[in-house]
């Protein structure tokens, strides 16, 4: 029978694990304390580990599977705050691999039948060479997709692969690229990016390539381009799907010779750099329509990463909030502070221009509050109005759906209840008007008509 010591500093977290884990006929030993496990680690045999990263205690998770790594014993590590560096920390330390809490139990259950499975048929995982940590990332998030995000990125540390990261604009493409960047071997080499669809062919091939004297109007000297500038580091080319048949098979070129040449020059170049590149587009459906070649495809999506938007990822976005509102503190020398109700109108909103659109929402934000508290009322119309508008079509969503909509009222019962709730929500009578798209003196008219007085009825 496998045994198993599971670590959480919760007693009722161990026990539910045990009553888990013993579904699968195992033997499961629970600990509370990191000391405590690595004793158990040292004094007796375990085919797995499975432990919280964050123990309430000077040591954690991570400390626990450098215990049990010379040991042989594999790790499974849990986390409720998953970050990157974590995940690239896990990864290089050599853990089987991590969750998110909470956690599906099926999903838990099949990852420890994989690694006893996987010890059971080649004993000990190979183990990984340590190399020193990488700048701190700035990615925001630990929703079980950008935990997805980050096991890839941790994955890729040691590898050369190209990258294919697809993703609504604003969804932080260009950040995933200079995190795959940063924890790469490849970390201490230059980071260059560029936007393929913000030059035309001529300009791109030029800055990527780079140009002898006398190959095109202005060329005065010769110049090296951006592949060779990157040299043993990474080449970020965002917006990839934006470029022209001509420019993909000159890159389609270098991918597979790993060489490049000057526009205008007759010699070859060698180039080391690895080749990350972007876009908001579906190159699958543009290869089908033929404005994107198959073969360029294949070889930069070697690997394809995903990047969530922002409205599959709701439990996201407060931390995210405090994120740049600390930045912006920072910046400005002055604290902000965020309303709880206007928390949870931001926490509802679907943000169409998903991280971008946060970020420039909150700086709007903290410019216009001048110190004071943020409240519904700062908010932009028109979040407050996607947000009622949501609440309005999805029954059960808010409290006060059912009172506004489950007996079919009239429009002008239905009027007069809509107002009721922006005069709840509002103190100001101009906020009002401007989510209701009235002027003012429409409104007082309404709330006369309804028999709103002062904000109440």
């Given at each position: 029978?496998?045994?198993?010591?599971?670590?959480?500093?919760?007693?009722?977290?161990?026990?539910?694990?045990?009553?888990?884990?013993?579904?699968?006929?195992?033997?499961?030993?629970?600990?509370?304390?990191?000391?405590?496990?690595?004793?158990?680690?040292?004094?007796?045999?375990?085919?797995?580990?499975?432990?919280?990263?964050?123990?309430?205690?000077?040591?954690?998770?991570?400390?626990?599977?450098?215990?049990?790594?010379?040991?042989?014993?594999?790790?499974?590590?849990?986390?409720?705050?998953?970050?990157?560096?974590?995940?690239?920390?896990?990864?290089?330390?050599?853990?089987?691999?991590?969750?998110?809490?909470?956690?599906?139990?099926?999903?838990?259950?099949?990852?420890?039948?994989?690694?006893?499975?996987?010890?059971?048929?080649?004993?000990?995982?190979?183990?990984?060479?340590?190399?020193?940590?990488?700048?701190?990332?700035?990615?925001?998030?630990?929703?079980?997709?950008?935990?997805?995000?980050?096991?890839?990125?941790?994955?890729?540390?040691?590898?050369?692969?190209?990258?294919?990261?697809?993703?609504?604009?604003?969804?932080?493409?260009?950040?995933?690229?200079?995190?795959?960047?940063?924890?790469?071997?490849?970390?201490?080499?230059?980071?260059?990016?560029?936007?393929?669809?913000?030059?035309?062919?001529?300009?791109?091939?030029?800055?990527?390539?780079?140009?002898?004297?006398?190959?095109?109007?202005?060329?005065?000297?010769?110049?090296?381009?951006?592949?060779?500038?990157?040299?043993?580091?990474?080449?970020?080319?965002?917006?990839?799907?934006?470029?022209?048949?001509?420019?993909?098979?000159?890159?389609?070129?270098?991918?597979?010779?790993?060489?490049?040449?000057?526009?205008?020059?007759?010699?070859?170049?060698?180039?080391?750099?690895?080749?990350?590149?972007?876009?908001?587009?579906?190159?699958?459906?543009?290869?089908?329509?033929?404005?994107?070649?198959?073969?360029?495809?294949?070889?930069?999506?070697?690997?394809?990463?995903?990047?969530?938007p922002l409205r599959e990822r709701r439990e996201d976005v407060s931390p995210l909030l405090d994120h740049f509102l600390s930045e912006f503190a920072q910046k400005d020398q002055q604290a902000y502070h965020l309303h709880p109700e206007a928390r949870r109108v931001l926490e509802a909103y679907s943000w169409p221009g998903n991280v971008r659109e946060l970020a420039n929402a909150v700086e709007n934000l903290t410019q216009l509050s001048r110190g004071r508290e943020i409240t519904v009322d700062d908010l932009p119309a028109k979040i407050q109005a996607d947000v009622l508008k949501r609440t309005l079509r999805e029954p059960g969503a808010g409290e006060e759906v059912p009172a506004l909509i489950e007996d079919w009222p009239t429009l002008d019962e239905?009027?007069?209840?809509?107002?009721?709730?922006?005069?709840?929500?509002?103190?100001?009578?101009?906020?009002?008007?401007?989510?209701?798209?009235?002027?003012?003196?429409?409104?007082?008219?309404?709330?006369?008509?309804?028999?709103?007085?002062?904000?109440?009825?």
């Open positions: 029978m496998a045994r198993v010591l599971v670590v959480d500093d919760s007693k009722e977290t161990c026990e539910f694990l045990e009553e888990l884990l013993e579904t699968l006929g195992l033997e499961v030993v629970k600990a509370t304390q990191p000391d405590r496990a690595i004793e158990l680690l040292h004094k007796e045999p375990f085919d797995l580990l499975l432990s919280d990263i964050n123990l309430e205690a000077k040591k954690d998770g991570l400390d626990l599977l450098r215990e049990a790594k010379p040991l042989g014993v594999d790790t499974i590590l849990l986390s409720g705050f998953g970050t990157l560096e974590t995940a690239i920390e896990a990864v290089r330390e050599g853990a089987f691999d991590f969750l998110s809490k909470p956690w599906n139990n099926e999903e838990l259950k099949a990852l420890v039948t994989r690694a006893l499975a996987r010890r059971q048929s080649s004993g000990q995982a190979t183990e990984r060479a340590a190399s020193p940590k990488g700048k701190r990332s700035l990615m925001i998030g630990s929703s079980p997709k950008m935990m997805a995000v980050y096991k890839t990125i941790a994955s890729l540390q040691a590898s050369r692969a190209t990258v294919l990261i697809t993703g609504e604009s604003g969804t932080g493409k260009e950040l995933v690229a200079r995190s795959i960047h940063l924890s790469s071997d490849r970390r201490d080499r230059p980071f260059v990016a560029i936007n393929c669809g913000a030059l035309t062919e001529t300009l791109l091939e030029s800055e990527l390539f780079g140009h002898v004297k006398g190959s095109f109007t202005g060329a005065v000297g010769e110049k090296p381009g951006l592949f060779e500038e990157a040299s043993g580091g990474t080449i970020f080319l965002d917006e990839i799907g934006e470029t022209s048949p001509n420019f993909q098979v000159r890159l389609l070129r270098v991918l597979q010779e790993q060489e490049i040449r000057r526009v205008g020059g007759t010699r070859t170049i060698k180039v080391d750099s690895r080749v990350i590149a972007a876009t908001n587009r579906d190159l699958q459906q543009m290869v089908k329509a033929g404005t994107f070649r198959e073969d360029l495809y294949y070889r930069l999506s070697v690997v394809e990463l995903a990047v969530p239905l009027e007069r209840r809509y107002i009721q709730i922006l005069v709840g929500r509002h103190r100001e009578k101009q906020r009002i008007a401007e989510v209701l798209g009235v002027d003012r003196t429409t409104l007082y008219r309404k709330l006369k008509r309804y028999g709103f007085h002062e904000g109440g009825e």
